[in-house]
């Protein structure tokens, strides 16, 4: 049994092997790297599989609790990334990334209930959220190397933009998933597959915004630059989707996916 407060032991824990990581793929020690980090997950999942435990429900309810999540999946898509392509800096930056919404969590707790309405109750609850994190830790490693890409001098090669290319195509198969998830888990929980929530308007102009990349990448002349461009945008989209519908005059007292409510 452990509580919101034992976050930073394995906060802490965690964080320190991925940094461990970090340090070793820029020293070019790839194994202990890969080995430090996935050690790292290790740790910090088993806290989420013990809040599981002690909440009695999957933590997924609140956005402190969605964090959690995003916290592990950053760097498995980094290391995910680090052992397909050998990128040294990804390591980093998914810590980073990790790190900053690890200490939101710990600076900003939020109360943690057994309670959850009865709308969440449903099979098809844990498997889209837990899916759609993982999508958004993918589409946001790619979002990083676009980044990457876009600031650097060298010219972008296509292989270089291949790896990008295969990062999104396993976000935007996740999301697809999490979506067809949500779809029958609104189905059970309110009688109805889409109603076009404002959650939902963004969910699909995320979808159709990565969709956009995918179909311009495949255009026999399309522009490297364009095409990170345009990755950027739908980065910006999915955030919206995620966390900024929440301040939205037309998702308040309406949406039923906005956290807190």
């Known amino acids: 049994m452990v509580s919101w407060n034992s976050l930073v032991y394995f906060a802490v824990a965690s964080l320190l092997l991925w940094v461990s990581g970090a340090f070793l793929a820029w020293k070019d020690k790839q194994k202990a790297a890969m080995a430090l980090t996935a050690l790292g997950l290790g740790v910090f999942f088993s806290y989420i599989l013990a809040m ?19 916290s592990l999946f ?75 890409l876009l600031f650097k001098k060298n010219k972008i090669t296509l292989t270089v933009l291949a790896s990008v290319d295969n990062l999104v195509y396993v976000g935007l198969s996740f999301m697809t998933f999490g ?22 308007t963004w969910a699909a102009a995320t979808w159709l915004g990565y969709l956009v990349y995918i179909h311009y990448r495949l255009y026999p002349h399309s522009r490297p630059r364009a095409a990170l461009s345009i990755l950027i945008v739908s980065f910006f989209l999915l955030q919206m989707c995620w966390w900024g519908i929440n301040y939205l005059p037309s998702a308040q007292g309406m949406s039923v996916h906005t956290y807190g409510q």
């Open 74 to 148: 950053l760097p498995l898509a980094g290391l995910f990334v680090y052992s397909r392509w050998r990128y040294k800096w990804i390591l980093s930056f998914s810590t980073v990334m990790a790190t900053v919404f690890i200490c939101i969590n710990l600076f900003k707790p939020e109360i943690h209930t057994k309670a959850l309405m009865p709308a969440l109750q449903s099979p098809w609850f844990a498997p889209h959220v837990i899916v759609y994190m993982f999508a958004y830790a993918m589409l946001g490693a790619s979002f990083l190397m676009a980044l990457y």
């Open 179 to 200: 979506m067809l998830f949500g779809a029958l888990w609104a189905k059970e929980a309110w009688g109805h597959y889409w109603s076009w929530d404002p959650k939902e």
């Open 52 to 70: 599981w435990i002690t909440l009695q429900r999957p933590p997924m309810r609140t956005m402190g609790e969605t964090r959690l999540w995003y």
